[in-house]
């Protein structure tokens, strides 16, 4: 794979990664270059609630918009460890909003504050997750990391990110490798 091929991929810690925050992550690689690495971990919700950061950045939802959002929607996400209370909204591709950036065509990365008032709005994606906090690799960390086998490279889909439940996640793009967790090892090295 090229550098930029990696943009957009998601990444499955293997069981050699011994890093507590990042054992059985899912994480979209949203930027890779020369320079480094940023991704966003997708597999694990917190306690915190889309409501309370509404009402954080002073938005009030209808009940309707709260009623209809589904449940994975309710609650925000554990994006890493970086900058645990800084926002993103992952997105389908069928918006733009002042800084959105494309991850793949079928889905979008938001940081401004529009893309959350058109939820309010129920102008805004169909499908959403709110992300808080990210993470970072500089550069040529995540190679040696992948060279240490601590990550699979899988392909990402609107699918798998917005309809598949968040503990399923990592199954289902190891399925999508043809990797099962139980025949992994937890041993670094390589063949």
């Known amino acids: 794979m090229l550098l930029n091929d990696f943009k957009g991929q998601l990444l499955l810690a293997t069981p050699s990664l011994q890093e507590p925050q990042f054992k059985d992550t899912v994480i979209l690689l949203c930027h890779h270059d020369s320079e480094g690495s940023m991704g966003l971990i997708i597999n694990r919700?917190?306690?915190?609630s889309i409501a309370d950061v509404f009402e954080d950045i002073q938005l009030t939802p209808s009940d309707h918009i709260m009623q209809t959002l589904m449940k994975d929607e309710l609650h925000s996400y554990e994006g890493g460890p970086i900058d645990p209370f800084?926002?993103?909204?992952?997105?389908?591709?069928?918006?733009?909003y002042e800084s959105?950036?494309?991850?793949?065509?079928?889905?979008?990365?938001?940081?401004?504050?529009?893309?959350?008032?058109?939820?309010?709005?129920?102008?805004?994606?169909?499908?959403?997750?709110?992300v808080l906090g990210y993470t970072g690799w500089d550069a040529g960390q995540l190679e040696q990391e992948m060279m240490d086998n601590h990550w699979l490279i899988a392909p990402a889909s609107e699918q798998l990110i917005?309809?598949?439940?968040?503990?399923?996640?990592?199954?289902?793009?190891a399925q999508s490798l043809g990797v099962e967790k139980s025949h992994l090892s937890s041993q670094i090295g390589h063949a």
């Not at 800084?86 to 733009?96: A, L």
């Not at 917005?162 to 793009?173: K, Q, S, T």
């Open 86 to 96: 800084r926002g993103f909204v992952i997105h389908d591709g069928q918006h733009v």
């Open 45 to 48: 919700p917190q306690d915190i």
């Open 100 to 130: 959105t950036m494309p991850i793949t065509p079928e889905i979008h990365l938001t940081t401004s504050k529009d893309v959350l008032e058109q939820i309010v709005q129920e102008q805004g994606p169909q499908h959403f997750m709110l």
């Open 162 to 173: 917005f309809h598949i439940e968040p503990e399923l996640r990592w199954a289902h793009a």
